[in-house]
């Protein structure tokens, strides 16, 4: 019995760690655990250290967890490694969808740029690896010349690292000097990521923060429900790797996803591309955001 217990509280770990769509009672229905179990369980895991998301009572486990990021440390690659692996994976043809999903999942895991074919750099390589070791034992780490867009200046920046953004191209980060989050491009590093021995001492300040499916980034997520066609369902399934668990049969030519975003941009630009096979259901900021852009788009046309 208690091997029983433990089976269904990994399944809802599991269950967490990728839930888009089922409520509290539905996870119970699945797992046999009454709806106090559930939350009893979610309770315990934010109480052990885990982030919990709570989208309109849709519970669900950050990836960037500390937890998740410690598990995740066992199996990183060395610079080495990863530059043998983005020649090996560059070397490859596209047009087979299995080396196009190992391409993509390497290159949001370790921050290659393999999408383009292009060359590794290995002096951002080691610096990723020295961040993603800084966020995994939870460190401080100083960016050695760094470049700022912003004040078009370089120094040093004492941060927190917490959270790989956009395939690990940027990191997000508090910043002890200003006492603020804010987000850094890894290929802006000039010198090296320094490792320091020294624990996070902010964390309650570090502010959560997402990356949609579609590449965009925010402090805050927004839930989309599409009905979508067979060409849809399937561009979303190749090009932004969304799994077929993710998927609600509607019928036998259409499919429902309920899809987490960080603002419209991203998911707008998947709409309006392929606006005559989706519907958008029960998303009244997203409807407000297609009207206000079909709106300024007809204007435009006006003028041409």
Not at 10 to 32: F, P, Q, S
Not at 49 to 69: H, K, L, R, V
Request: charged share 25%; net charge neutral.
């Amino acid at each position: 019995m208690e091997l029983d217990k433990f089976d269904r509280q990994l399944k809802l770990i599991d269950y967490l760690l990728r839930n888009t769509r089922y409520t509290v009672a539905e996870l119970g229905e699945r797992l046999g655990l009454s709806r106090r179990s559930i939350y009893r369980y979610i309770e315990f895991l934010r109480l052990a250290g885990f982030i919990i998301d709570n989208e309109d009572g849709i519970y669900s486990i950050d990836p960037g967890s500390p937890f998740i990021a410690n598990l995740t440390s066992q199996v990183r690659f060395t610079g080495v490694e990863l530059e043998a692996m983005a020649v090996l994976l560059n070397s490859a043809r596209d047009d087979n969808l299995a080396v196009r999903s190992l391409k993509r999942r390497f290159s949001e895991i370790y921050g290659l740029n393999l999408l383009s074919g292009a060359k590794v750099n290995r002096k951002e390589a080691a610096n990723v690896e020295r961040l993603y070791d800084a966020i995994a034992r939870r460190r401080k780490v100083v960016l050695h010349s760094y470049a700022s867009s912003n004040s078009d200046t370089v120094s040093d920046r004492l941060l927190e690292p917490f959270k790989f953004l956009g395939m690990n191209r940027a990191v997000r980060c508090y910043e002890i000097s200003s006492g603020m989050c804010k987000t850094f491009n890894v290929g802006r590093i000039q010198g090296e990521v320094e490792v320091l021995d020294e624990p996070w001492e902010h964390t309650t300040s570090h502010i959560t923060y997402y990356t949609d499916i579609f590449g965009f980034s925010s402090e805050r997520q927004y839930r989309v429900k599409l009905i979508m066609g067979r060409l849809a369902t399937r561009v979303l399934m190749e090009e932004y790797m969304v799994e077929e668990n993710q998927l609600v049969i509607v019928d036998d030519h259409h499919w429902m996803v309920s899809l987490k975003v960080c603002g419209f941009k991203g998911i707008g630009r998947f709409y309006f591309g392929l606006f005559q096979d989706i519907e958008v259901v029960d998303s009244p900021e997203f409807m407000s955001y297609l009207r206000d852009n079909l709106h300024l788009l007809t204007e435009k046309l006006k003028t041409l």
